[in-house]
Structures are given as C-alpha cells and as structure tokens.
C-alpha cells in the first residue's frame, strides 16, 4: 500500500515539512519541487529499501545509497535533520493512507525508516570525516578568477578557494554543490561536475544555460552562473562529492556523453593522460551541433596524449564542411567494443536508456555500465 501511494506521500510530506521549517527551501532544489522529480525519487528510494529489508531476492541496494549519501554530504546535510525529515514523512503516511496506519504499521515504518536513516548518518559521517569537512560548516567560498565561453550557452567558471588554502582531492566525475544567493533573496544549490583536473590550484564547472521549453521557466541558477557571475565574485562551494568515479584499473574505456553530460569526460581523459597514458580510451559525444558542443577541442587535446585514443560524434544537425561527424541520434554499432570494456555515460535519461540497450544488445553487461544523472536519479531503484 505505501509503494502505490508513495507519490501521494511524498506530495503532502515537503509541504508540510517546509511549512514548518521554510528555512529548507534553501537546501532543496525548487525545480525538483516544481517538477515532482525529488518526490519520486525520495518515494521510490524508501519503497525499495523496504522491499531489501524483506526480500532476500532484491537487487542490491547499496550504490542507491552510496549516491544519496555523497548527494546529502554535498549539501550538508546534518543527522539532526533526519528527525525532521522523519516526522514529517511518517505524518504523511498516516494522512493518506488514514486506518490502514495501525499502531503496529505506524511502528513498522517508524523503523524502516530510522534504519535507512541511520545507515544514511553513518555514511554520511565517514564521507565528512574522509574529505576533512565539518558538517556544520560544509561550504567554503570560492572566487571566480576566469570565464571561457565554451560553446552556445555553455561557460566554464574556474575558481580559487578565497581563503588561499589547497583544493581538496577531486576524484574524476566528482561534482560539487554551488549554492549561490539569486537576486530576488532566493537562495539555491545546484550541482555541476568538476569539468577540469587539470590544475592543482584551480577548480573548474562548466555550465550549460537551461533554456525553458513550452512555458517553462528558463534555468534558474545556471542563467545565473552563465549570465551574472563574472570573475571577482563568490560562490559558496561543497567538498568534492560523487560515486561515479573512475577506478585503478588498465581495462579500455568507452566514454559516453551527450551535451553537459561530457563535463564527465574531460576530467578522466585528462587523469588518465597525466597518470595511465596507456590506457585505451574511445570517446563518444552527441549534441545539438558542433556550435553546442562543449570542450571539443580540450577533451581531443588530452586524447592526444593518450596512446590509444579514438573519438566519434554525433550531431542532430552536421554543419556542410564537416565531414567526420555522424548526421543523428548516437548509433554505436560500428564503434568496436573490447570484451573487458567499462563504460561510463553522461546526458539526458533517455539518451542513456537508448545507449544502454544498444551496448546490452552487443553483450556489455549490464554491471559494466556505470552512468551520472544530471538530476534526482530515477534510474537507480528500478534497475
Ligand atoms: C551530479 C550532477 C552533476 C551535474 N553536472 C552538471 C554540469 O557539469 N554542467 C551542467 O550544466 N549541469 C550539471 N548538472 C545539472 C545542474 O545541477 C542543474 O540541474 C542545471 O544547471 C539546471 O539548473 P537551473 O537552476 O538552471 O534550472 P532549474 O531552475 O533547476 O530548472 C530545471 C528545469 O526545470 C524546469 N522547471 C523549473 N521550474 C518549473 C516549474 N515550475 N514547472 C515546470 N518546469 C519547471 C525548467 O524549465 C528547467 O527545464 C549536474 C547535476 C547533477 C545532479
Ligand atoms: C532516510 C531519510 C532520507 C532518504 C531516504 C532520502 C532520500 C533522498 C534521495 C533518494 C535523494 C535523491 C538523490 C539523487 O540525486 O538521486 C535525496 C536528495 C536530497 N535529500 Fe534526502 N533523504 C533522506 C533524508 C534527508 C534529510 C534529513 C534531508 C535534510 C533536510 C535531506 C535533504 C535532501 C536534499 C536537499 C536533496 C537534494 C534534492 C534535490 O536536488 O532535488 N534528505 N534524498
């Protein structure tokens, strides 16, 4: 019952639990909120972790909760607020589902609930202790030294910690968690990948504008970021977060990304250039067109440096003097695959569905693949 009305549950659990503490607005992503896509998420991540806690058959449910753990660290969240949060949820459940709720059911949930929220705080905690980062003070600021226009919309932003400390370790595929202050008194959080590893004394994001389709609002932080910020200005940073990282291994790579999705190409074709240049690494990208297409030039610079590299791009739109490029959505078949090789990929949800059954149909298994959603991860409790 509580899996068939887990939406219903979520709708009515952030109203309430934002009613009473409006100070979260801040921390929450509001588009989520607009959209529905955090409700889904936060519904279908209790439902399976239930479902776990009975069913020896489950699929594992760990990398779900890895992710959701590196996402609260990045936003600082503290196990203070796992009482709120509770409350508010287990209301919930007794409000629409009314009778059905028990005393004994109300006690069931009550517990599946601090299990989940215990394992959360104590991963969350290891993750805080690991990057040196005081839950209570979990941002640092940064000053923006430069902006490269990086494509149509597209701004790379590269940042220095204002107080003149080292960067912190950034594992390729991290991202961080920008909250800037919006000019109405609004104040927001919004992930974006660490796009370069290049420097040691600078970190770099690149932000594609979000413009909005058939009436919806245009993006609000990344209009911002693009539009507003200019170098001398400060934003408020999190420690490097992010599961979706590349691992010690000398497997071939193929790298997957369409449109902002390639910010998690560059930093592991540039680790893998300056640590394992021997390692076997295709890349494959599409976008609108190649005037949408971001970190072209830097990625194929850093394939250079590698001794097996190859890379292949797909445009909706080829321009008439560009002969390499393929015309069209990504078709990998001709892309020849190694048996050993990991895949990683990046861009919409159903760029990667049609990717990922492309690859399974050539015999990559499915545990090969390992992708970054840009967004609430609808993806990782229905697989
Ligand atoms: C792990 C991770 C890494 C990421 N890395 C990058 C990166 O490297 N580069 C990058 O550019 N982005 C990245 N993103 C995405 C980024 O965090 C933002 O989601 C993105 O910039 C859009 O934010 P925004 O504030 O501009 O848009 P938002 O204001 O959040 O809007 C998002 C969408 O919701 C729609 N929307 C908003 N309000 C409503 C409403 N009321 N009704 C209907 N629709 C609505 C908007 O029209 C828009 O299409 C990453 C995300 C994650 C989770
Ligand atoms: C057991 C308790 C909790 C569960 C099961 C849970 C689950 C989730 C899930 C599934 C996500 C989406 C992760 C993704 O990006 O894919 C998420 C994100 C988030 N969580 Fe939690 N969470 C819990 C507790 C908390 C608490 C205590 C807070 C603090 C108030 C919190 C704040 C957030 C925020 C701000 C986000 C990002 C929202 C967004 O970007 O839209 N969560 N959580």
Redesign the pocket.
Same mark, same amino acid.
């Given at each position: 019952m509580v899996a068939e009305h887990a939406e219903q549950i979520t709708a009515r659990f952030y109203p309430r639990m934002f009613a009473e503490r409006p100070d979260?607005l801040r921390?929450?992503?509001e588009a989520?909120?607009a959209t529905g896509?955090?409700s889904k998420?936060?519904a &279908?991540?209790?439902v399976a972790?239930a479902v776990q806690l009975i069913d020896p058959e489950a699929p594992s449910f760990a990398h779900?909760m890895t992710?959701?753990a590196h996402?609260?660290v990045s936003?600082g969240?503290r196990p203070e607020?796992?009482t709120?949060?509770?409350h508010h949820?287990l209301a919930a459940v007794a409000e629409v589902l009314g009778d059905a709720v028990t005393p004994q059911v109300a006690e069931a949930w009550a517990e599946v609930?601090w299990l989940? &929220?215990t394992q959360?705080i104590a991963e969350e905690a290891r993750l805080y202790h690991q990057a040196d980062v005081d839950p209570l003070h979990p941002l640092r600021s940064y000053r923006v030294v430069r902006r490269i226009e990086e494509a149509d919309g597209v701004v790379s932003l590269v940042l220095v910690p204002a107080d003149g400390e080292a960067l912190p370790v950034v594992l390729p595929g991290q991202y961080v968690s920008v909250f800037v202050d919006l000019p109405d008194g609004g104040r927001q959080?919004r992930q974006y990948t660490v796009s370069s590893t290049a420097s040691e004394t600078r970190l770099q994001i690149t932000v594609s504008r979000l413009t909005g389709v058939g009436g919806n609002p245009d993006g609000r932080v990344s209009s911002y970021l693009c539009d507003v910020v200019r170098p001398g200005d400060l934003l408020d940073v999190s420690t490097p977060c992010g599961d979706v990282i590349l691992e010690s291994s000398s497997r071939p790579l193929l790298l997957i990304s369409a449109g902002a999705g390639i910010t998690t190409v560059l930093p592991v074709v540039e680790h893998l250039a300056r640590t394992q240049p021997q390692r076997p690494v295709v890349v494959a990208h599409a976008d609108r067109t190649q005037h949408d297409h971001a970190l072209r030039a830097t990625v194929l610079d850093a394939g250079r440096q590698l001794d097996d590299f190859d890379s292949h791009v797909w445009y909706e739109t080829v321009d008439v003097d560009d002969h390499q490029s393929h015309e069209g959505l990504m078709d990998l078949s001709d892309v020849p695959l190694p048996d050993d090789v990991q895949v990683f990929t990046c861009g919409p949800l159903p760029f990667m569905r049609h990717v990922r059954a492309g690859l399974l149909a050539r015999g990559v298994p499915a545990s090969e693949i390992r992708y970054e959603?840009f967004?609430?991860?609808l993806w &990782?409790t229905q697989s």
């Open positions: 979260l921390v929450f992503n989520n909120q896509e955090q998420a936060l &279908a991540s209790v972790y779900v992710r959701i996402k609260h936003l969240i607020q796992y709120v949060v509770g949820l609930y989940f &929220a959360l959080p959603v967004g609430p991860d &990782a």
